[in-house]
């Protein structure tokens, strides 16, 4: 292994960096992956939605052959307080197109599918071995890698770091920051199992339809947070998750906060009976635009998660990672075609064609959303769904109240909780953040 | 059917889970300390597999075998030298088999 060389290594087999190694490999590049794990996706936890058109720029078949479990045809958003939900839903048959557009996945399984994908690419991929550093030239350009594997050094012109959001061989050699608290969520999921037909009655669903629910409320405690809850074929996959500053602050435990989530009158009924196969944690980026880090330097460019890259107003992440280790991919593959170094200044390309890309564009949409949503977690996470759950019970409940007594009490509820001052400058904070 | 969720003990969910553990070479540690951090002591209610607790004397130690390597307690207490955080060795530590 000293004496050869490779084109690109690529740390992680996550999905930025088998996006990566893949573009690369099937370009004709000499590809190294390495992977910590005792195959690709035994340390990778996600809800999971994967979404079609991303990868379908990578891999145009993949409907072929990739474990998908349900395509999605409708979505859920409640708000909660503790015995209710109101809600939006949206279901369209117009999802049982042929091309389906989003899918549930099982990490496990989709990412040793599409690792295989990237051996039949021709990349070489060695699993077990973790990177215990980069390793640098007199002038700090990254040169290659050790691992914990040999003593040796393994050297390529390139390295790309698509080590998630936990990276430690980024953050250690000085490249980017370990994430801040207040940047990061702190998720814990169950894959609850039950039968096909069963998750099919519970949620109106039949041949391979998928239903998603996500839900911000009471659920948690105050804290910046979210729940789901994701069909999947024969299993159903919960969780929540909330700010690590928030968990650290309030110090509640995430384990107590799911049980409670998994125990809400309006969750209950739907995972009854379930067998509990699996618990999982894993943080997710949630500093948005702002904590995005430097994207390339001599001889390195980051991807995915460990680039921060995650939309939490849309909760698209693994699209995102997709994305920014194909781009990585085709930029290393045209700076190498030019026949010119692996420098910074050449790798810029990849920072340009990121910032021409969705993802960049999506990122900086929303970049005053994660400061307000951290700084306001308590009207936006409990006095607000409480609000809304009693001015629906109000509207519903029907008794000897004459309507507009009924209204005023609706409205007065509101000024108490959050004033009329208070009201204007929530709704005015939102409509900036999102615009 | 049930109705019934049962409730669960975060031991009792980690059973559930696949470990390959890497014995007498934790790949997290607890620098010695005569009093925990805010950050640290919280570690005792926030660690997803309550790896942290609190002992006799009143500081926080850590058993490491159920770790899922979120990496939560890194981001807390590392850059206070509170905690000394690594990956456990390739193929060792939680392996997810669905993820």
């Known amino acids: 292994m000293t004496e050869e060389k490779f084109d690109a290594i690529v740390i992680g087999a996550g999905m930025a960096g088998n996006a990566a190694a893949y573009t690369m490999a099937s370009r004709g590049l000499k590809v190294l992956q390495l992977e910590r794990g005792e195959y690709p996706g035994s340390k990778n936890v996600q809800g999971a939605i994967m979404y079609s058109n991303m990868l379908e720029k990578i891999i145009p078949d993949f409907r072929d052959d990739a474990p998908l479990e349900r395509h999605l045809i409708e979505q859920r958003f409640w708000m909660m307080d503790d015995t209710s939900h109101i809600g939006m839903q949206y279901r369209s048959d117009d999802f049982n197109e042929s091309r389906h557009n989003r899918y549930t996945v099982i990490r496990a399984q989709f990412d040793k599918w599409f690792s295989r994908k990237v051996r039949e690419a021709g990349a070489t991929v060695l699993c077990e071995t973790t990177v215990t550093e980069l390793a640098r030239d007199s002038d700090g350009k990254v040169i290659g890698v050790l691992t914990d594997r040999t003593g040796d050094m393994i050297l390529a012109d390139v390295v790309v770091l698509a080590e998630g959001v936990n990276g430690l061989l980024g953050t250690r050699a000085g490249l980017r920051e370990t994430p801040k608290p207040q940047n990061v969520a702190l998720a814990v999921k169950e894959m609850h199992f039950l039968p096909e037909e069963v998750i099919d009655q519970r949620f109106g669903l039949k041949a391979n339809e998928g239903c998603v629910i996500e839900a911000a409320g009471t659920i948690s405690r105050s804290m910046a947070g979210l729940a789901f809850l994701y069909t999947n074929k024969e299993s159903i996959s919960i969780g929540i998750g909330c700010l690590v500053s928030d968990f650290a602050a309030t110090m509640e435990s995430p384990y107590e906060l799911l049980e409670s989530f998994k125990n809400h009158p309006s969750i209950r009924t739907l995972i009854a009976g379930s067998e509990v196969k699996e618990y999982a944690a894993h943080l997710i980026p949630e500093g948005g635009y702002r904590a995005i880090p430097q994207l390339f330097g001599n001889g390195w460019v980051v991807v995915g998660d460990a680039a921060q890259l995650n939309n939490a107003v849309h909760r698209e992440g693994s699209n995102l990672a997709m994305t920014s280790g194909r781009l990585a991919g085709e930029a290393i593959f045209l700076v190498k075609k030019g026949g010119r170094p692996m420098t910074k200044e050449n790798l810029a390309l990849y920072k340009s064609m990121m910032d021409k890309s969705f993802v960049i564009k999506d990122l900086r949409k929303y970049k005053d959303m994660p400061a307000l949503l951290h700084t306001n977690s308590r009207n936006f996470f409990t006095t607000y769904p409480q609000l809304l759950s009693q001015a629906a019970q109000n509207f519903m409940r029907v008794d000897s109240t004459p309507k507009l007594d009924k209204e005023r009490a609706t409205t007065a509820a509101f000024i108490k909780a959050r004033s009329r001052w208070g009201l204007v400058g929530d709704a005015v904070r939102l409509a900036f953040a999102w615009r | ?99």
């Not at chain 2, 059973?15 to 919280?42: C, E, M, T």
């Open chain 2, 1 to 99: 059917m049930t109705i019934a969720v049962t409730n669960l003990r975060v031991e009792d969910k980690l059973y559930q889970n696949r470990y390959v553990v890497d014995s007498g070479r934790p790949h997290i540690k607890v620098r010695p300390h005569k009093w925990p951090s805010a950050n640290l002591f919280a570690l005792t209610s926030v660690c997803p597999a309550k790896c942290y607790e609190l002992n006799d004397n009143g500081q926080v130690e850590i058993t490491a075998d159920g770790c899922m390597e979120c990496g939560t307690c890194r981001i807390l207490c590392e850059a206070s030298g509170e905690i000394e955080w690594n990956y456990p060795r390739g193929g060792y530590g939680v392996l997810f088999k669905f993820g």
